[in-house]
């Protein structure tokens, strides 16, 4: 039982003249083994929507809610979050220098199961979780998303989706900047993650081409901050004939 | 005894710029200072006293070696010494250093020999004044690793001079492994002999002040140099690295990186890169760079890199320079992956430094400089 249940979600950036409202009222639940797309134009909110839920030092939610299995999220801390079962695919993942790829998800691994995995196996299953997303096991050894290509962190993102196995992902425009075999190596990645059939999946992008690899359950519409529009995967296919115009003037 | 050693810094060119004080061995020339000098202006200047002092009657430090075969060390006189060296003291406490110092000691590594072991010497403080001047020469296409070690107190100050004779590989590390309460000033000069490359490794992780001139520069064209500088600064600390890097030959390369981590009130670290692209030093390459890490408030980092360029037929010539607090963004990365705040700061911490220790070449510093890193961690997370 994976449920992810957004409430009435209110959320700004920080900025340095002042805090921004963003988020303005997000309603969403996502049921077990349901993976929800949301699409929007440029600056709609979508990316703040991840960002927040994940509890990024630069948003901060003013009011509503957000429970994964029915733990409040917004209550608690980035790592707790991620205990709970939270994942974030992130849009720019962040390289960190001198940390390896292996060593920190060791680390990751050791909180989220209270245990240290064990090393022998664990060099394994890190190599074989980055070899089924075309990365070459070296790169275990190299600093987290040092020097990687755009496409290799968005891989990189999703071979640790597969690895650490979280009860829930948001995956914020994994697709964007990807090559078309890139796009279907990380979309393979995350079917066989969502496959466990148990999995709460939120999907953000602002192109309907991932959607050709991943079927959605639901078809979400964002703009100005919250959904204005639900409907099944004939929505994104409408969304690809017509783009965004007609959302983005009714909002104004 | 007669000197018939050459007297090398008679054929080094006078420094035209400014940035640079005139290396005399004359006391005169290096008047006691105010503490407005560009050079003495982040020196604390009360702990400094002592080694400002012409009137001192210091010791040495308690020096223990360990000699591998091809090694041979003589105590020499002040002219020898002189006559060895490869530059006059750029400064007061360097020039009263080779002044008082008790002994002066020569090691030479003979031509072409490849130690099997380090050269350890272990420099004892038992407290009081001390001075030393010693020359580390590394004989031509010799590979050698030399390890200097300063440990317990001392009112101390040196005048050290690394002569790298062609073809040879050198790994020089210096470990300013201090107890609390030292002050330790003075000069190192290297010089890069043709073709030669030479790896230094400068760690200060202990002390009251330690302040260090590092002058490097190459007696023919080929030299490659890294140099590599590692420093943790705690409440009440100075730590002040010096460089200068003096590209006076043709088709030199020079790449350094200083990392340094501050924590504690009053923590206060000084890094000065000077580089100097002569006239002449064409197709050289250089980089170098500055970091430093502020893991509590009220701490200090000064951080001056001078490129100084006579010529623009270069390879590159670059700087960079950086303090800054943890990197909010990357503790947000791993800790949404699970990992705790602390592990994810001491991994950070940890990333910050094993980014240069992986480039120090000498496996026992590498071990060692890692395992000091973590207990460093944990002494701020004690104090957190």
């Known amino acids: 039982m994976s449920t992810l249940v957004i409430s009435d979600l209110h959320a700004d950036v920080l900025t340095e003249e002042g805090p921004k409202p963003i988020l303005k009222g997000v309603n969403l639940t996502v049921n077990p083994g349901e993976i929800h797309a949301i699409m929007g134009p440029n600056g709609s909110g ?15 939610i003013t009011s509503g809610s957000v429970t994964l299995d029915g733990t409040e999220l917004t209550e608690l801390s980035v790592d707790e979050r991620a205990k709970a079962g939270l994942y974030l695919a992130m849009q720019y993942p962040v390289e960190v220098p001198g940390v390896s790829v292996a060593n920190f998800l060791r680390s990751a691994k050791t909180a989220l199961d209270g ?6 196996t664990w060099v394994k299953d890190v190599e074989e979780a980055l070899g089924r997303l075309s990365l070459d096991k070296s790169f ?38 990807l090559d078309i075999d890139a796009l279907k190596v990380v ?16 999907l953000i992008t602002h192109y309907t081409r991932i959607l050709r690899y991943i079927d959605p359950t639901f078809v979400h519409v964002f703009v100005d901050g919250h959904v204005v529009e639900s409907g099944g995967r004939e929505l994104a296919d409408k969304l690809e004939a017509e783009g965004y115009e007609a959302y983005v003037k009714a909002a104004k | 005894m007669t000197n018939t050693q050459p007297n090398v810094a008679g054929a080094i060119e006078r420094v035209e710029s400014h940035l640079h004080p005139i290396p005399s061995w004359d006391l005169a020339d290096h008047p006691q200072p105010t503490g407005r000098e560009e050079i003495w202006r982040f020196t604390p200047k009360r702990k400094f006293k002592a080694l400002f002092d012409e009137t001192v009657t210091p010791g ?80 031509a296409f010799a590979k050698a690793t030399i390890i200097i070690r300063f440990e317990g107190v001392a009112s101390y100050a040196e005048k050290a001079e690394f002569i790298v004779g062609d073809g040879a590989n050198v790994n020089i590390v210096t470990l300013q492994d201090w107890d609390a309460g030292a002050v ?13 490359h030479v790896k230094s490794v400068t760690a200060s992780l202990g002390g009251d002040v330690v302040r260090i001139q590092e002058n490097m520069r190459y007696a023919a064209p080929g030299g490659e140099l890294e140099s590599y500088g590692l420093y943790f600064v705690e409440s009440g600390q100075h730590v002040q690295h010096r460089l200068f890097v003096d590209h006076n030959q ?62 623009g037929e270069i390879e590159g010539a670059g700087h960079s320079s950086t303090t800054g607090r943890f990197d909010d963004l990357q503790l947000f990365y791993l800790m949404s992956r699970g990992v705790p705040e602390r592990e994810a700061r001491r991994l950070i911490v940890q990333g910050f430094f094993v980014e240069i220790i992986r480039r120090f070449g000498v496996a026992e510093i590498e071990e060692q400089m890692t395992a000091r890193v973590e207990r460093e961690i944990e002494a701020i997370e004690g104090r957190a």
């Open chain 1, 187 to 202: 979309s393979e990645g995350v079917n066989r993650y969502a496959s466990a059939g148990d999995k709460a999946v939120i």
């Open chain 1, 140 to 177: 275990s050894g190299r600093s987290v998303n040092e020097g990687f290509s755009g496409g290799e962190k968005k891989r990189h993102e999703i071979a640790q989706l597969e690895l650490l196995n979280p009860k829930a992902a948001i995956l914020d425009e994994t697709d964007s900047g």
């Open chain 1, 115 to 120: 245990e240290a995995p064990k090393i022998r």
């Open chain 2, 184 to 196: 330790h000033g003075g000069q190192r000069s290297v010089l890069v002999g043709r073709d030669a």
């Open chain 2, 60 to 139: 040495s430090l308690e020096w223990e070696g360990t000699f591998p075969d091809g090694v041979t060390v003589t105590e020499i006189t002040a002219e020898q010494a002189r006559g060895l060296s490869s530059e006059a003291p750029v400064d007061r406490v360097a020039a009263l250093a080779a002044d008082l110092a008790p002994n002066r000691t020569l090691i030479e590594i003979a031509p072409e020999a490849e130690l099997a072991e380090p050269v350890t010497l272990v420099a004892r403080g038992q407290g009081g004044e001390a001075r030393d001047q010693y020359i580390v020469k590394v004989g």
């Open chain 1, 46 to 60: 979508k990316s703040t929507l991840a960002y927040a839920i994940a509890g990024h030092p630069k948003y901060e």
């Open chain 2, 250 to 311: 043709p088709k030199t390369k020079s790449n350094v990186d200083y990392r340094g981590a501050l924590q504690g009130k009053g923590a206060h670290s000084v890094w000065i890169g000077d580089v100097l692209i002569r006239k002449n030093a064409e197709g050289i390459d250089t980089y170098e760079s500055n970091k430093n890490l502020l893991l509590t408030e009220g701490c200090q980092a000064d951080s001056v890199p001078n490129l100084e360029i006579e010529t």
